[in-house]
């Protein structure tokens, strides 16, 4: 028996017989094999054999005698299959010279039917070929069979041959049934107890990577139980710590208040930032600062002069953050005790001057909508306790008739260009209330012409008396604008 061994397959052949004829023999040899994988199983049903015969005359190097390819081979159920060696290479079997010598058969196999193909190695072909010779030995005629002669004495028994060498082994026979399961033998020693292995995660009381259920709030949480800080880290490196004290810092290990938030990044935006996304009108991101006395269990309603909220803006000094309550800062403050129905509230605006560390009050918006600069209890819309300054606009205009001057965002306005005398007929962009002062600075008189055609009907003037109104050098007029009637209105004028 030859084993053939490539990947994890083996082929079992079995060489079952070589057949010649004494009178004119068929031209070829028997050729039966079974094939079987590594576990003893025959490999059945096969259609995609390829097999491959080369006769040598050594057993190791030499020259081939002869060869041919037999593709494709197909098993059986038993994974047997049989061949005819000469069959395919007919005029190269039939002039094998059998008498010259030993001769030698090689057989290559490929499983998947390729050019693949694994040697089983070299085997000498000895008796039954060498009769195919006798086709070609010579020789008379064949006589016709002579009469059968009488059965001769049997003779004395001779010895005992030699034993002859073992036979080729036949085909292995279908795998019988299973036998009865033998009795069970008696059992073994225990054996002595292994190490303990480390103890392993109990998921039932570990927070998972997709989660948990059946949690119960107040119960199962994340976080510590020995008054240590808790850190939450990505790619190994903190971004957010809780405090023992119960603080939260981003960005930071020891964050001073409730919530702190640092960061390092320059030219990108950092901090707090909130975005919504809706087709609400009356739906935008919020920043809450609520105040309320009493307890979270028991809120109380806020008291007048109960800071509500700030917006504080510090610096550090070179030392520390300042942590004083007066300095650059937003706050505010309820101007009445709180009800549901009544909820009174202003804004204090504070700024530190150079030189301080402390912050004063600026301007206030108070609770009835009232701006006081310098003051904390404005009596008009707007009440300066102070100067009042608005800066210039130079408009260059030519000689003759202006109509339509554009004054753009100011109030304040001094006219220069002109050679000679020249008028103006209009101003552009009035709109209700606002207050324009006019300063005459060339060397030649301006006049103002009253409700001129030449400017727009908005943009013209209504003088006293509806007479036109003429300023010589350096002289001046104020003008408010109405948008009841569309019309600029001269409140005074002076002349130098």
Do not use: C
Not at 97 to 119: K, Q
Not at 250 to 263: A, C, K, L
Not at 314 to 328: A, K
Not at 355 to 383: A, H, L
């Amino acid at each position: 028996m030859k084993k053939l061994f490539f990947s994890t397959i083996i082929f079992a052949l079995f060489l079952i017989n070589f057949v010649g004829f004494a009178q004119a023999p068929p031209e070829g040899i028997n050729y039966q094999a079974l094939a079987r994988d590594t576990t003893g199983r025959s490999i059945s049903n096969n259609n995609n054999l390829k097999v491959k015969f080369t006769i040598w005359d050594a057993i190791t190097n030499g020259t081939v005698v002869f060869t041919e390819t037999h593709n494709p081979v197909s098993t059986n159920r038993y994974g047997l299959f049989t061949l005819v060696i000469g069959k395919v290479n007919t005029t190269g079997f039939s002039s094998i010279s059998w008498a010259t010598g030993n001769v030698f058969l090689e057989v290559e196999i490929d499983t998947v039917g390729g050019n693949n193909y694994i040697s089983m190695g070299r085997t000498q072909m000895v008796s039954v070929p060498y009769a195919l010779y006798a086709k070609t030995a010579g020789g008379g005629l064949i006589g016709a069979t002579g009469y059968t002669g009488s059965t001769g004495f049997t003779g004395s028994t001779g010895a005992t041959g030699a034993t002859g060498t073992n036979g080729v082994t036949g085909i292995t026979g279908v795998t019988g049934s299973t036998g009865t399961t033998g009795t069970m033998g008696i059992t073994g020693i225990t054996g002595a107890t292994g190490m303990t292995g480390a103890t392993g995660v109990d998921l039932g009381t570990h927070w998972t990577l997709t989660g948990n259920a059946g949690t119960l709030p107040g119960t199962n949480f994340i976080g510590t139980t020995d008054n240590q800080d808790f850190v939450l880290k990505t790619n190994a490196t903190e971004k957010m710590r809780v405090l023992s004290s119960g603080f939260v810092g981003i960005g930071t290990s020891s964050p001073d208040v409730e919530f702190e938030v640092v960061s390092t990044a320059q030219f990108n935006p950092h901090g707090i930032m909130g975005t919504e996304y809706n087709n609400n009108s009356v739906s935008d991101s919020h920043l809450w600062l609520r105040k309320a006395r009493g307890t979270e269990s028991a809120p109380l309603a806020v008291m007048a002069n109960d800071e509500l909220g700030s917006l504080k803006f510090r610096g550090h000094n070179g030392i520390i953050f300042p942590t004083n309550f007066d300095q650059t800062e937003i706050v505010a403050i309820a101007s009445e005790n709180f009800t549901p129905v009544a909820n009174g509230s202003f804004l204090k605006f504070m700024t530190t001057p150079n030189g301080n560390s402390s912050g004063s009050e600026r301007m206030r918006i108070d609770q009835n909508g009232k701006v006081g600069i310098g003051t904390s209890s404005p009596n008009t819309r707007v009440d300066i306790a102070g100067d009042l300054a608005t800066r210039e606009n130079q408009i260059s205009l030519g000689n003759g008739s202006s109509d339509n001057v554009a004054t753009g965002n100011y109030t304040f306005i001094r006219i220069t260009g002109p050679t000679a005398n020249f008028d103006i007929t209009g101003f552009a962009g009035g709109v209700d209330g606002k207050i324009l002062f006019v300063v005459n600075n060339t060397s030649f008189s301006l006049s103002f012409k009253n409700a001129d055609a030449n400017s727009l009907a908005p943009n013209r003037l209504f003088l006293n008396n509806g007479t036109d109104i003429t300023l010589a050098q350096n002289g001046g007029a104020t003008f408010i604008y109405s948008a009841s009637v569309n019309k600029w209105f001269m409140v005074g004028h002076a002349k130098p």
